[in-house]
């Protein structure tokens, strides 16, 4: 019996390297590696595998450092009730770090002693922020964009807003002029709305800049 084993072994030894050497032949070497790749890349992909999971967090993570640093960088109170926190802290990152829009609407832009432009600390002017008034030739003046007293940023509802970013088009129909709407326009839905949502939240003054086209 022990030897009819050990002839059995010997003979599922051979057969198994036999196969082996086949496999890793070419082309049988490019069918092993193609076939672990895919098996690699399969896993990689899976929702529950931990790459995946991986690469969510940082995502979720990126996400969060990119709505606390907006909160910490907004130059003047918010006002949070009834407000998507999150879409705030968006937008002020995007207003504030990416948009630029201090730099037409707040007038002066900086506070007295704190334009970095003159080797000064930088601080916004919070005084008027967002609030208008720059004049671009004798025709043109920036928009005051602080919430009316319904609470819409210049006086502009959510669609109208995002209307007025994506094509130019301004609420009395005009098309808007030294705004930089095309460099807007593709921006995403979730962008446009984070954008309004931190708008409504800065607090409303009455000028320098009205809020009529």
């Known amino acids: 019996m022990n030897s009819e084993n050990t002839v059995q072994e010997s003979k599922s030894r051979r057969v198994f390297q036999c196969a082996r050497r086949s496999v890793l032949k070419t082309p049988g070497k490019f069918i092993l590696a193609a076939t672990i790749l895919a098996a690699m890349l399969g896993f990689m992909l899976l929702p529950g595998s931990s790459v995946s999971g991986a690469a969510q967090g940082q995502q979720d993570n990126d996400s969060e450092s990119t709505i606390q640093r907006g909160f910490a960088m907004a130059p003047v109170?918010?006002?949070?009730?009834?407000?998507?926190?999150?879409?705030?802290?968006?937008?002020?990152?995007?207003?504030?770090?990416?948009?630029?829009?201090?730099?037409?609407?707040?007038?002066?832009?900086?506070?007295?002693?704190?334009?970095?432009?003159?080797?000064?600390?930088?601080?916004?002017?919070?005084?008027?922020?967002?609030?208008?008034?720059?004049?671009?030739?004798?025709?043109?003046?920036?928009r005051n964009i602080t919430p009316d007293e319904h609470g819409l940023p210049g006086g502009l509802t959510r669609d109208q807003f995002i209307t007025a970013m994506r094509t130019g088009i301004d609420k009395?129909?005009?098309?808007?002029?030294?705004?930089?709407?095309?460099?807007?326009?593709?921006?995403?839905?979730?962008?446009?709305?984070?954008?309004?949502?931190?708008?409504?939240?800065?607090?409303?003054?009455?000028?320098?800049?009205?809020?009529?086209?």
Not at 103 to 114: E, R, S
């Open 77 to 142: 109170p918010l006002d949070l009730r009834g407000k998507n926190r999150a879409l705030v802290g968006k937008g002020s990152y995007i207003v504030n770090a990416q948009g630029g829009c201090n730099d037409c609407h707040t007038t002066p832009n900086y506070a007295p002693g704190h334009d970095p432009f003159l080797g000064e600390p930088l601080e916004v002017n919070a005084a008027t922020y967002m609030g208008g008034g720059r004049h671009f030739g004798p025709v043109i003046v920036a």
């Open 172 to 213: 009395d129909g005009s098309i808007l002029q030294v705004m930089p709407w095309p460099v807007f326009a593709d921006m995403t839905d979730g962008d446009l709305n984070a954008n309004y949502e931190y708008l409504t939240s800065i607090p409303s003054l009455s000028g320098p800049g009205s809020r009529d086209p």
